[in-house]
């Protein structure tokens, strides 16, 4: 009995072994070596190094002691925390609406027939392909004093000249346009390739309906498109949480910690701070609210 | 075709060059003024410039712009071999194959894409700092090889999708295994993919700031961007060179997305849907 038992569980076992040594496993293998390597090198290894420094007090030049939540408590009594949590929510949410709209009438735009379309598509794909330091120096040039571009236009309508990059609000107001300046070209790019998917029997059949043009963009057309925008705002939102650049490169962060998003702040406790026990508790509470994020529009999408 | 849809064709178009006039003009004045050296800047503030001269061009051959190019070449070109030699692997073993791996494999790459990098950020620092690799290409391309990894797979195996299978196919029936008919049959067919894959990568590369800001901290070892953006801190007020500087630093970048701009919705596609 026993030995029928063992002889059915090794051929079992030789069966599995057999499966995993046939070409079909052992090639992709092979081939995904390299990118596995790389991965683990630099991401796996790193991160759960990062979750062990995030309970040390560590400093750059030495590795500190265990700490257990100290530095996770200390960090969620800090306001700097919750005011960099704030920016971040509203960075990434006025970014999605802006590139969404922007995005989407581009693409409405460029899927109609017209001379020299494939140009336009181009054109409007540059500021998405410029280094972020470049569009930076760009926009500063256009708001850094009272009589930049944008204060000649505000002087010239009879207004007072603004300080963009000493105000808060306008600090604000402007990292938000420059991001979706910069982003909103993939958001136009992936739009335009689902509306082009789009079946077109469906609007030849909404239009023998009678449905006007803004019927059938609502009754076909969004409908269409709901599934890849969700997946569209899911990326928006995790890139632009992530997003280091835009605020540091046009204000560090300022003025007074105005646009100091999560990342910025994990940049500043570690390499300015020297404090990389707090670095690392903030850039691992960044990572618990993007899963959280996802977590969320992942659902809305499943309900729909 | 009527009169009508010749007006409506044309009167589209001209609203859409308006609208790419006015999406591009930061980048568009920024290039101008960089003819114009910084004391004719502040003392006209015209949007246009009134007289042209490339002084601020030939300042920059006294400050370690093409130093920074320099490393700014090293590091993408690096990174550029990495990460495809990786990618046309991975891309092709996702194209041709389906298990289990290869999907646990796929969502890990889509999480990479939605990484907070600062995370692998601080403990790399740690890392690298005992072996030298601070203020080293090294360190720099090895991270940004990981960076441009998803995007890059998938544009690769959107590529190897387009190559038909019955190729290897008979190559494998004539008993060749099957990483030698990839080698022998499929790469040699997939020049102009590759090329664009190389270009992506490389644009990346050249583009990036973050990474490179945290590990190149002298001036020696640099990339363009941050080394632009020390200047920026230093002397922002001298527009003329800044602007020069950025000027020169977008050319590449623009000059290399016209080769490639045809193959992007796929990749854009491929990396934003399939996931």
């Given amino acids: 009995m026993n030995a029928a038992l063992d002889t059915k569980e090794a051929s079992a076992w030789r069966i599995r072994a057999r499966q995993f040594l046939a070409p079909e496993f052992v090639t992709p293998a092979i081939l995904l070596a390299p990118s596995i390597l790389l991965l683990l090198v630099v991401i796996a290894y790193p991160m759960l190094q990062g979750f062990y420094f995030s309970f040390t007090d560590g400093l750059l030049m030495k590795s500190g002691d265990f700490v257990g939540i100290a530095n996770y408590t200390k960090l969620l009594s800090q306001p700097a925390f919750w005011h960099s949590l704030r920016f971040s929510a509203i960075f990434a949410a006025c970014n999605i609406v802006g590139c969404y709209l922007l995005g989407l009438g581009l693409a409405l735009l460029l899927q109609m027939d017209m001379p020299g379309r494939g140009a336009f598509r181009v054109l409007l794909l540059l500021p998405w392909i410029v280094p972020s330091l470049v569009s930076i120096v760009s926009w500063r040039w256009m708001v850094n004093d009272e009589r930049a571009l944008f204060n000649q236009i505000i002087t010239l309508f009879g207004g007072d000249p603004i300080f963009f990059l000493s105000d808060s609000n306008w600090a604000v107001t402007i990292v938000i346009l420059i991001k979706i300046w910069r982003s909103f070209p993939f958001m136009m790019l992936s739009l335009l390739a689902a509306l082009q998917s789009i079946d077109r029997s469906l609007y030849e059949a909404a239009a023998i309906d009678g449905a006007t043009r803004w019927q059938s963009f609502w009754n076909v057309t969004l409908p269409q498109i709901k599934n890849i925008s969700i997946v569209l705002c899911l990326l928006m939102t995790i890139w632009s949480v992530n997003d280091f650049d835009t605020p540091w490169l046009l204000a560090q962060g300022g003025p007074a910690n105005a646009t100091e998003n999560l990342v910025v702040l994990a940049y500043r406790y570690t390499f300015a701070r020297n404090d990389v026990g707090m670095g690392a508790a903030t850039s691992f509470i960044t990572l618990f609210v993007l899963m959280a994020l996802v977590f969320f529009l992942l659902r809305l999408q499943r309900r729909s | ?275």
Avoid at chain 2, 123 to 132: A, D, Q, V, W, Y
Avoid at chain 2, 259 to 266: G, S
Wanted: hydrophobic share 55%; charged share 10%; glycine share 6%.
């Fill in chain 2, 1 to 275: 075709m009527t009169n009508d849809t010749f007006f409506k064709r044309w009167g589209l178009a001209g609203l859409m060059a308006v609208i790419c006039l006015l999406v591009n003009l930061p980048i568009i004045l920024m290039a101008l003024n960089s003819l114009q050296t910084t004391e004719q800047i502040l003392a006209s503030r015209n949007i246009i410039p009134a007289s042209f001269s490339l002084a601020n061009y030939q300042g920059l051959t006294n400050t370690p712009f093409f130093t920074y190019l320099r490393n700014s070449l090293v590091v993408s070109l690096g990174a550029t071999a990495f990460s495809v030699t990786a990618a046309i692997l991975g891309g092709y073993a996702l194209s041709r194959f389906r298990n289990g791996l290869l999907n646990a494999y796929s969502t890990a790459l889509f999480a990479v894409q939605m990484f907070p990098i600062i995370l692998a950020l601080i403990p790399l620092f740690l890392l690298f700092r005992p072996l030298g690799f601070i203020n080293s290409p090294v360190s720099v391309i090895i991270v940004y090889s990981v960076v441009n990894l998803p995007f890059v797979t998938w544009m690769a195996r959107s590529y190897f999708d387009t190559i038909p299978r019955e190729l290897e196919e008979a190559a494998l029936i004539d008993g060749c295994g099957h990483i030698e008919a990839f080698f022998r049959i499929v790469l040699p067919l997939s020049g102009p993919g590759l090329a664009a894959v190389s270009i992506f990568a490389f644009l990346f590369s050249y583009n990036e700031f973050f990474v490179a800001n945290v590990f190149l901290r002298n001036a020696e070892a640099m990339t363009l961007p941050v080394g632009i953006q020390m200047f920026m801190q230093q002397f922002s007020t001298d527009w003329g060179s800044l602007m020069a500087a950025a000027t020169l630093t977008m050319l590449p970048t623009l000059v290399l997305f016209l080769f490639v701009q045809k193959f992007i919705t796929h990749g854009a596609m491929a990396g934003g849907v399939k996931g």
